[in-house]
């Protein structure tokens, strides 16, 4: 592994070892002392779109381990980058530092930012294609709450179409065994074909549905954000807000734990942030001790 | 003290403890050596509206201590956490950091922040309602250069209407023993009368003028800056203009300093930038030690 | 050597200190381990104007030091310091750091900034005035690559009226020895009068062309972006635009490097990139132990 672009390039055992290592830098930051595995080295945050959260969650991270920090947030706030290919700018940047975090408008920009990269890149979210340190710290987020991700049934609400978060999560839940997955969405917010026929292909069980009830048996529920601006009618997303909005009541009989890439605007409601199954904000925290454990196996080969 | 939201939150045996450690880290920078109180500790700096020099002395004495700094300069310019609610946002950055700085143009954000925080929050600044530490810094500012707080004589000139450092300070002055009070100000923007009440409460002496003339035994001049906004009567801002721009003249016999938050626009002459007695730019400088000291304190319980 | 704001400011022997050192620093960083040179100390990146390659290169050479940085990224999106005096932001900002590096769109406010700022200033480039970093890392490629300064050949290609990265370098090649100089750009971009004149004064060989042609003998070809909008006839720019660009088959008899300030446009084709003779991004890197030999000469006198 000499880059993190898509999680679909990382072999089961890669991401084995991601978690295993993720679960170290969580006991690491638990003592609550300064560590210095990352001292004198530079991640270089390339921010060609603003996304405040993940790039707050990378710089945690590479602090956390010692490290520093240099990057920009906006490519629309400054010029001197405007104009310039991505290949020279990467070729640049790449020279001033030891690892590159590159988030993206545009699809396929962190592979190809790879290609011209001298150090390792990390794909911090390129277009609607991949995002895949959001998909391993869902799976860390399972593991760590849930003790495993063998055999674990998740059910999936929301707009399912164009969340790359659930695509993703989708696959590399499809490399583990027996997991169960169960759909909840609108018509025009269903799963595309493709995801559906990687399921397929692996054999595993799903089941879609059209209103948000849960079985009791489900092990995991992922909220996600419907937005309005996808309905082309909006009669339709009339209809569907309100059964989509999860509140204590849809959860009286269930044990699964509650999981939402955030932000979340009123998908869940607030009654729900107390209870001791909502891991929403668990999740995110987690997004710091994985991208160490990212940050350092790149950079400590 | 967990917090720091208000100034009207803090016992005055707090201020004092708070004003000492000051001196003690104003010593500590000047052995010019590498401090690492707070090394691997991360400050977040939420400024959800810009405030430049607040940040960077935020900022400043994060890093003096050998802490690290994450965070954002403005929220316009960012998207993700545009809909999000405050409560959540505090919730997932209280999950990366150790402490954290917030600017928010509404009243009670702070507050509001605090309630929802799992580490401790600093006020850099809510609306018209609070910057507690800048009144630290003042308090600071006039120990140091006067040696004593109780029992000095200040006069505040400007705008002490709707200067919520002014308030602040008179607040926390009340506080000491026998200060005495002047304020020179136009009309329109004379000291609230709730102000006013809280000095007749602890039974301490002022004095309001509309002129700038300043009596010799003064210990402090504080200037602020009069907006031109701020007067309905455009004709009325004229008269004020001239006399309230303290020149030489005015000082020729007083041995009061002078002060000013800044930034300072033209109510103070150049030509008193020189005079050993202007202290608005050390009062600045002053802004480090405090907030080093609100930072070690909070994380150094 | 107190502050850094032109190169016409400093003696040979300075700049032969200063490539000296930047030699020093790129070996402390080819052995990859943390420096600690600069520990504690802080510099502000005062950034007027955006220039994200530049505040990069500063923010990688202090932090590859240990040392930290504060600043912003450009004085638009910050309301505080608007309305206030440079003279005032530096004194401030100099209470808080122990080096500024500063960029501005006015010629001449880096001397400003250094006749009022208590530390060390670094002119990041002050309108078409000065950019001495970047004329010292021009300096430190053309002594890395070729091995000597003294009686090079270099060729200038592009708009020589315009850029003050040429004249500068000009200036700076003028205090070696037998340098021989070739300028070639079209009538309207052609290099000002004085920078020949000081050329002459000092009695040193030129040559000026209208064609991209090269002689066989040069050592380095430095070429330059030509802006459309610098023409007041676009018929001449479309003249122009075709025969100054660099590819392949210029050089197929020349063993001069190429170099370019960045970025690049289409003056240079991509087919050009993976000669061994093509050094721009190289340049680029050599900012970083450049501008690390100045942080730590200015900061450790």
């Known amino acids: 592994m000499k880059h993190l672009i898509s999680i679909r390039d990382i072999k089961k055992e890669d991401i084995l070892k991601i978690l295993e290592k993720s679960e170290e830098m969580e ?14 080295k530079i991640l270089g945050t390339l921010f060609f ?12 991270a590479m602090k956390r381990l010692g490290g520093s920090v240099i990057g920009f947030t906006d490519i629309k706030n400054t010029s001197t980058m405007k104009g ?14 030891d690892i ?46 849930i003790g495993k991700i063998d055999g674990i049934k998740i059910c999936f609400v929301g707009d399912l179409k164009y969340g790359r978060t659930v695509h993703s999560l989708c ?9 169960e997955f169960h759909f909840i969405a609108p018509d025009e917010l269903k799963l595309p074909r493709e995801v ?15 209103d948000m009830e849960f079985k009791d048996d489900l092990d995991i529920i992922y909220m996600t954000r419907i937005q309005k601006e996808r309905f082309p009618d909006l009669a339709e997303y009339e209809k569907v807000k309100g059964i989509y909005k999860l509140t204590k ?15 979340r605007v009123d998908e869940i409601d607030e009654s729900v942030d107390n209870l001791p199954q909502s891991k929403y904000f668990k999740q995110s925290f987690y997004g710091v001790p994985v991208r160490m454990a990212i940050l350092d196996m790149l950079l400590n080969k």
């Open 171 to 179: 696959y590399a839940l499809s490399m583990f065994k027996n997991v």
């Open 84 to 97: 310039e290919s991505l290949k020279d700018t990467i070729r640049v940047i790449s020279g001033y530092v």
């Open 196 to 210: 559906i026929a990687e399921l397929e292909r692996k054999d595993l069980t799903y089941y879609e549905y059209k």
């Open 27 to 40: 006991k690491l930051l638990q003592t609550n002392k300064a560590i210095k595995r990352l001292d004198g």
């Open 100 to 145: 590159i975090a590159i988030r993206h408008p545009k699809d396929g920009a962190s592979r190809l930012a790879s290609e011209y990269s001298k150090v390792p890149v990390i794909n911090a979210g390129d277009g609607s294609n991949q995002h895949p340190t959001q998909t391993l710290l869902d799976l860390y987020t399972i593991k760590r709450e």
């Open 49 to 60: 779109e603003p996304s405040t959260r993940t790039r707050l969650s990378f710089e945690t």
């Open 249 to 263: 009541k849809h959860i009286l009989n269930s044990k699964a734990i509650i999981m939402h890439p955030l932000p």
